[in-house]
Nanobody, 121 residues
Framework: QVQLVESGGGLVQAGGSLRLSCAAS????????MGWYRQAPGKQRELVAT???????NYADSVKGRFTISRDNAKNTVNLQMNSLKPEDTAVYYC???????????????WGQGTQVTVSA
């Protein structure tokens, strides 16, 4: 089994910062892309940022210049530094990883349980 566990969500005022972390553990042979997605009430889940195993990043236009994604391949972790937060950033944030387990070939798509981020005006 493989688990993705997020931490670091919470309540912050507009203009503030939060740092989200996600650790992947279990029967992992390797991890390919990792990323963060978010889902606000009444809306579909959307991409926030992704990062390849080589460090190439991709961001949603709405967070460019404010959020930074990073990862530690040795620790199987991915982080999201969120600065200049806005009320519209309020959502449940989900960690995502494409991984190959030790017990099977191919890539599996894993999700964390989500962590709430609330930005007050």
């Amino acid at each position: 089994q493989v688990q993705l566990v997020e931490s670091g969500g919470g309540l912050v005022q507009a203009g503030g910062s939060l740092r989200l972390s996600c650790a992947a553990s279990g029967s992992i042979l390797r991890i390919s892309d990792m990323g963060w997605y978010r889902q606000a009430p009444g809306k579909q889940r959307e991409l926030v940022a992704t990062i390849t195993s080589g460090g190439r990043t991709n961001y949603a236009d709405s967070v460019k210049g404010r959020f930074t994604i990073s990862r530690d391949n040795a620790k199987n972790t991915v982080n999201l530094q969120m600065n200049s937060l806005k009320p519209e950033d309020t959502a449940v944030y989900y960690c995502n990883a494409f991984y190959q387990p030790t017990y099977a070939g191919g890539l599996y798509n894993g999700w964390g349980q989500g962590t709430q981020v609330t930005v007050s005006a």
